[in-house]
């Protein structure tokens, strides 16, 4: 139910909704805006309200069961009641939400569970944007305003990902962290569970004791520990390697561990592990010792009809297409994405730079990066475990030159190391570039590269441990003159990795293209400029590759997506190599044949 500023005042969550006006279907997960005719509902900016009624089994409060509600999201910001009272509420749209319920339900009953979202924007909010308000009169009816923001996505709206209720004995395990690392040929598991206690009814339970038990891939028994804590050493471990770097891929363990207390009460919970080690130094990444190349693309969670809406077959879908593309990478571009993603990158061995939602950041004060570390402090505690994720990204293309992006950056990193010590964290980056010559006197030929505005200017950079750049040579500047793109890359790239001795990748390149729009020669929108821009860059990479330090290239993007309506966008940001609906065009199979070959190369040498 949508609400223009009446819900709370009316108290909408103390009785199912469809009592206090016209309620609309709605589809959970999905996002609400593409669902229905109803321009209203597509555009709308503000409080939308979600209720569900749902009967949980008396025999759970006989069985004195802990009971968990999970949002896998909400977006943006959500405030959650149960049977009529205020339950939990959180900021940010892309992490889960949790609350125990146990003494709040009503057994053997009717429940009532009503959530209320609003996706307004702010200065205030990661990601940021502004409410623009009319108040010319003779232009605008009365309120008028509309939402902007600093990206280019769709900011959709709703209940996201899945909605659970899950049952744990009194005593339960609170969370598990996983390490690993490999010695010789062994590999060394170090593990850390902690455990909580709801007390339901009088309880006796004293001593509370974990023990492991570690089984492979096929579900056969290695080896079992004691204690809550401790460390693993298996001897001829099967490590967790990248797809296409092994011919087993995606190698996980399973630590079932088990929690009990004095009366019996006992909670598994089956812990999967991926064996791997990562290094990192001025040059080089490393995945188990051996130097990793990145061959990736950026994504988005975005389909027809479900906007960002969890979809189970579009999951599996988009991993059989980056295993066709030979890719071994992508970055959770611009958000943290779902979990059930995350399960399958696990698993088919593809490697995760981890997004936060801060996109196009700006304005650094220490209210906004207080926000920000508390929501890198939640994307560790939720992935922290997966082996695929091998670097966390703060955030995608900040304002960077801003001079208080310095210590702002500084402190955003420090605080995701202290989170997680183990993994590489970046940030990426667009500004302080090598801009091809001032406008020109001469427009109509193309210019090479001047200096003009010092990368000093750029403030993340030197707090990061690798460098990502966004750059779209021949798109958004020199557009049409595809000639320049591999001098601009290498000169700027090189660049980058001079000024700051780190390794360097490039974390966006492309062009947009309309699926069946041909010109040859290239033409801007034909598959065949974007086509023809990709393989420029290739040459552009090869040489950098040659240098040492270039680790890894990631195209702009992996399929269509939508974008709020505008002059620069038909139908959305065209530069996918898939369309929206995933099929081919000619850039993906171009990409195709360069993915397959540097698998062949990193392989063999
Ligand atoms: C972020 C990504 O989400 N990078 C943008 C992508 C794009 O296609 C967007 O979808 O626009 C590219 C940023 C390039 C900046 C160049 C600015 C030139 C303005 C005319």
Redesign the pocket.
Known sequence: MLDAEKGFREEWYAQPLSKSGPVISMAVPSSYNDITQDKDLRDHIGWAWYDRLFYVPSRWQTDKQRVVLRLGSAHYNSIIYLNGHSLTSHEGGHLPIMADITTKLVYGKENLVTVAINNTLTPETIPQGTIVKHNDPSRYPPGYFAQSYN???TNYAGIHRPVYIYTTPQTFIDDILITTDINGANGVITYNVTHGNTMIGPSRSGEVGCSMKLLDNEGDHVTSAMGCQGTIEISNASLWWPYLMSENPGYMYTLLVAVSDADGNLDLYPQKVGIRTLGWNSTTLTINNKPLYLRGC?KHEDADIRGKGVDYALIVKDFSLLKWLGANSFRT??YPYAEEIMDMADKEGIMIIDESPA?GLSGFDEALMNKHISVMQELVQRDKNRPSVIMWSVG??PKSNEAAALNYFRDVVAATHTADPTRPVTCVL?LGKVVSATKSADPSRPVTCVLNKPKEKEYAASSLDVILV?R?YSW??DTGHLEVIKMQTVTEFSEWHLLHNKPVMIS?Y?A?SLPGYHMDPAWTWSEEYQAELMIRNFEAFDELRSKGYFVGEMI??FADFS?PQGHTRPGG?R?GIFTRSRQPKMAAHVLRYRYHNLANDTLTN
Request: a negative charge.
């Open positions: 990206f280019d996505f950026g571009s611009h996109v995608n293309e667009n966004n779209y958004y500047g966006e492309g947009g702009w993007n974008t940001n530069k």
